[in-house]
């Protein structure tokens, strides 16, 4: 099956040529054959040069770019230029900027400033996209299409509450409901008229917890309306394919699994935030992640930095080969190709700090060589362009109800963080070498040897009996800590946590004893946790491990002490396995281990060495193997056959060696069998 780009992968980024001359043009042209560029992401900002004035389009520029690229053998996604709206939009429609929880209305001056739910800003969105698809739906240059950038804007004005209270009445129906739903008896917060009921803007205290994930739920849908509406005019026009660009980012705004059902393939940027081997782990968290949300749809990595790590206050730099490594890390996880932001770094504007493929010292830098060297790399993997990555047997359960429920404040302690626990999980599989796929906890799991869930504190009752139907089938379930304890209304399950999970993991958790800063509870096991203990009493459950203390300092003779903290349950023909705190590294590996063995789940290349990213790619019956050394030592994989792509040589008898930092693409032997 060819690829999203037929027989190539795609290679290039973000190209904004209204911002240089027709010589700098010229260098681009002859810069990106240098470095192979196939793919320019073009139009995403420029809606105030499209439309210049309410229904006035110049087209011409576009036309000769569009041409350009063409005749240069460049493809073009084409981008609809919403998410930054011009300067007369803002002036014809105040009432579409966007308004904080503080009730600060925004205004025109930086970028994605409208509120999704302002008709006039809706309207002229489909306008342009509208007009765009019209002119260059059948363009020979356009091969996909972008709608808007990184939804992600969130608005508190009078038209979202209206749209937030219709939401809300096709969710719950009558007031009633709500009322029982978000549990208003609490603080007088009963509601007697839907005109009440508004948007969680800023308030005194804490915020009602069923209000503001309702309110997370319906802005999600709402970006996710507005995408479909230029879609679907973009689709009505083109017959090429359609996507968004989501962003991974630590904050939360869209149900990634329903963006991913209503795209033709998924698109993400990605942007690490540490340096070093952790932006390689966050590199396979986000394209795991990618590939995951899609259920099986292809992916493409639309934007990464060339050279830059972001820090808060702080942009650091990337190391050599950096820019190579990355792109491999995506695509050796399915990603069709790599692509940045942007082509060439901008000499004006708010990113003019922000690193691109050509930098501002020009092509004669480690920077672009790199580039070009990268751009060489991904010509020589064409024959990669439609396998999918070989099936994990591993899988993470991510939720964004469960992340907006757990953001709610009012926890038992600020130390529950939805994304840094999954991060972990994730993180500590990848350590051991095995690929991981994301799910969500209502999907048929029964694909996966192992299951883990790190952070689901909340779960819909459909979720609860999905995980039941996986371990009562053969299926190796690990629950963390604080999940299962809320329902999909946000309401505690009583009777002993976790609610959701009781039967399937056998025990009882009577009470929740969150550790202070610094504080440590030893376990019998030689492992220690912080964070968070729980009183937990087995109730059919194995116990692995207890703990000796659980009060601060973790003395034994704590009111935990002798009582369980890691235990295993069979459960039909499988196992819930729980882990009641939040383990050390090593313990944390220790018990991740147990859980993997007992599934009988294996890493990559047996007897992988650490620090090594190994992942198969396949196609009928041929498959790769991506090898990426992310140590400092050479590493060995005396197993490893077959032909590597980059170099053209064929693997030693002796097996294959990356150096540190090195990496290799082997198209394995077809095996006989
Ligand atoms: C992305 C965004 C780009 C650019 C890039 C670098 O999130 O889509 O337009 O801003 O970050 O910061």
Redesign the pocket.
């Known amino acids: 099956m060819p690829g999203l780009f037929g027989e190539s992968l795609a290679f290039g980024g973000?190209y904004n040529p209204e911002q240089w001359d027709p010589a700098v043009w010229q260098e681009d042209d002859t810069l990106m054959r240098r470095a192979g560029v196939n793919l320019a992401t073009v139009g995403?900002?420029s809606w105030a040069l499209l439309e210049p004035e309410p229904g006035r389009y110049e087209f011409a520029w576009l036309d000769d770019q569009l041409d350009r690229l063409h005749a240069n053998g460049v493809r073009v996604d084409l981008a609809t230029p919403t998410?930054s709206p011009p300067p007369w939009f803002t002036l014809a429609h105040p009432e579409a900027m966007p308004v904080t929880a503080d009730g600060v209305r925004l205004t025109h001056g930086s970028?994605d400033t409208y509120c999704l739910a302002a008709p006039a800003y809706r309207r002229a969105a489909v306008g342009i996209a509208t007009a765009l698809a019209e002119r260059y739906g059948a363009h020979p240059a356009v091969v996909m299409w972008h709608v808007h950038?990184?939804y992600a804007t969130i608005c508190h004005c009078e038209q979202s509450a209206a749209a937030f209270r219709r939401w809300l009445r096709a969710r719950h129906g009558g007031l009633d409901a709500l009322n029982w739903a978000w549990g208003t008896a609490f603080w007088s917060q009963r509601y007697t008229a839907w005109e009440q009921v508004g948007t969680p803007r800023a308030t005194q205290w804490h915020h009602n917890p069923g209000q503001t994930l309702d309110f997370s739920r319906f802005w999600s849908d709402l970006a996710l309306d507005a995408y479909r509406e230029q879609r679907d005019a973009v689709r009505a026009r083109s017959d090429r394919p359609v996507t968004t660009?989501l962003?991974l980012?630590g904050y939360q705004n869209l149900d990634l699994w329903a963006f991913g059902r209503e795209v033709d393939f998924v698109g993400i940027?990605h942007?690490p935030d540490a340096p070093g081997a952790d932006s390689h782990a966050d590199i396979a968290f986000g394209a795991d992640r990618a590939r995951s949300f899609g259920g099986g749809k292809p992916w493409l990595l639309i934007?990464q930095?060339s050279n830059t790590v972001?820090r808060p206050g702080l942009t650091l730099p990337r190391e050599p080969g950096d820019i190579l490594r990355s792109s491999l890390g995506h695509i050796a996880r399915g990603s069709d190709g790599a692509l940045f932001?942007?082509w060439r770094q901008s000499r004006a504007g708010a990113?003019m700090w922000?690193s691109a493929m050509v930098p501002h010292a020009g092509p004669d830098t480690r920077i672009f060589r790199e580039v070009e060297q990268t751009g060489a790399a991904l010509a020589r993997l064409g024959e990669l362009a439609g396998s999918t990555v070989s099936a994990p047997q591993v899988a993470v359960l991510w939720d964004a109800d469960a992340w907006w429920a757990l953001t709610a404040a009012g926890k038992p302690s600020a130390e529950l963080d939805y994304l840094g626990t999954v991060r972990r999980a994730h993180r500590m599989v990848w350590d051991a070498g095995v690929t991981v796929a994301f799910a969500h906890p209502e999907d048929d799991l029964s694909g996966y040897r192992a299951v883990l869930a790190p952070s689901l504190y909340l779960v819909s009752d459909v979720g609860a009996d999905s995980l039941r139907r996986y371990a009562e089938g053969g299926g190796t379930l690990l629950v963390q800590y604080f999940s299962g304890v809320v329902d999909s209304r946000h309401q505690v399950r009583t009777g002993g946590h976790p609610g959701a999970f009781r039967e399937l993991l056998g025990l009882r958790v009577e009470e929740h004893r969150p550790l202070a800063p610094g504080a440590v509870a030893e376990l019998s096991d030689g492992s220690s946790g912080t964070v968070w203990s729980e009183d937990l009493r087995a109730e059919g459950a194995e116990v692995l491990a207890s703990y000796l203390g659980g009060a601060v300092g973790g003395k034994p003779g704590g009111a935990l002490a002798g009582k369980p903290a890691v235990t295993r349950h069979r459960f039909g023909a499988g196992s819930g396995w729980y882990l009641s705190t939040r383990l050390d590294d090593a313990g944390y590996a220790a018990l991740l281990a147990r859980v993997l063995a007992e599934a009988g789940v294996e890493p990559t290349v047996p007897g992988q060495p650490a620090g090594v990213d190994a992942v198969r790619r396949h196609s009928g019956s041929l498959s790769w193997l991506f090898v990426l050394n992310h140590g400092e030592t050479p590493a060995r994989l005396p197993t490893v056959r077959g032909q590597e792509l980059l170099t053209g040589t064929a693997v030693p008898a002796g097996g294959l060696t990356v150096a540190p930092g090195g990496v290799a693409v082997v198209r394995e032997p077809v095996s006989s069998a």
């Open positions: 973000d995403v900002f998410a970028r950038n990184e660009n962003m980012p940027d942007y934007e930095g972001y932001f942007q990113e922000h």
